[in-house]
């Protein structure tokens, strides 16, 4: 089922969940984190629908890092970004196993031969749900009450990560300033951040990213 507080936030109801908020603080971060039965907490919830006034009253007294396991809304398939040295058989697998991959979420449970089903789920903190739907706001709130800027989903993407994918650019340098590791890649052998934004073509963050990475190599040669 789903809290009271958490139906309050669905509605954004901003005073309710102050109200509510206020009232049960003191009883400590259990209640405040309790899960609905689709996964997600009242902040996440909240960074997820990108209720900015929400989200600075939960992250307050919320555990910012809190990993909710939630329907994965958009299965990445991580793969190596091609270049001009990938073979055309290479090329030819990626796209069969990607094609696979989509043919089984549409399936259901069944789990083709000699291919693991795909996971429907994903285990995020609020951080990575606001950054997924694009909530600038909500990103700064949770990052200025100390939400970690690389922190991962059990999948391994980071922030920055999802950022470069989608090409979110105000996002991405936002996420730099406050520290993001350019170079985490996801489990699933996916490229680093720069890479996604070339694969996907993001012309403005693939030239954010090098010039950071520009930056940062320079930092290491001034330290050595």
């Not at 989200?55 to 970004?81: G, Y």
């Not at 000699?114 to 949770?142: K, N, W, Y």
Request: glycine content about 6%.
């Amino acid at each position: 089922g789903q809290t009271a507080l958490t139906l309050a936030v669905a509605e954004c109801q901003v005073d309710a969940v102050r109200c509510f908020a206020e009232t049960v603080s003191s009883l400590g971060f259990e209640l405040l984190d309790t899960e609905d039965v689709t996964g997600m907490t009242p902040l996440y919830l909240a960074s997820k629908l990108g209720y900015v006034d929400i989200v600075c009253i939960l992250a307050q007294i919320s555990d910012v890092k809190v990993m909710c396991l939630v329907e994965d809304e958009e299965i990445i398939i991580d793969q190596e970004p091609r270049s001009a040295d990938t073979s055309k058989d290479e090329v030819q697998d990626a796209e069969a196993t990607t094609a696979t991959v989509r043919d089984e979420l549409k399936q259901g449970p069944a789990v083709s031969e000699g291919f693991p089903m795909a996971d429907r789920t994903v285990s995020q903190p609020p951080l990575l749900a606001a950054v997924s739907h694009h909530h600038v706001e909500c990103v700064r709130i949770l990052l200025e009450r100390g939400a970690d800027v690389n922190q991962t989903d059990d999948k391994g993407h980071s922030a920055l990560s999802i950022a470069a994918r989608h090409g979110f650019l105000p996002l991405a340098e936002l996420l730099i300033s406050s520290g993001a590791n350019l170079s985490l890649r996801s489990y699933r052998g996916g490229g680093s951040a720069l890479q996604k934004a070339r694969k996907y073509k993001h012309t403005k963050l693939v030239e954010l990213l090098e010039k950071q990475e520009m930056l940062n190599n320079a930092d290491l040669e001034g330290v050595v």
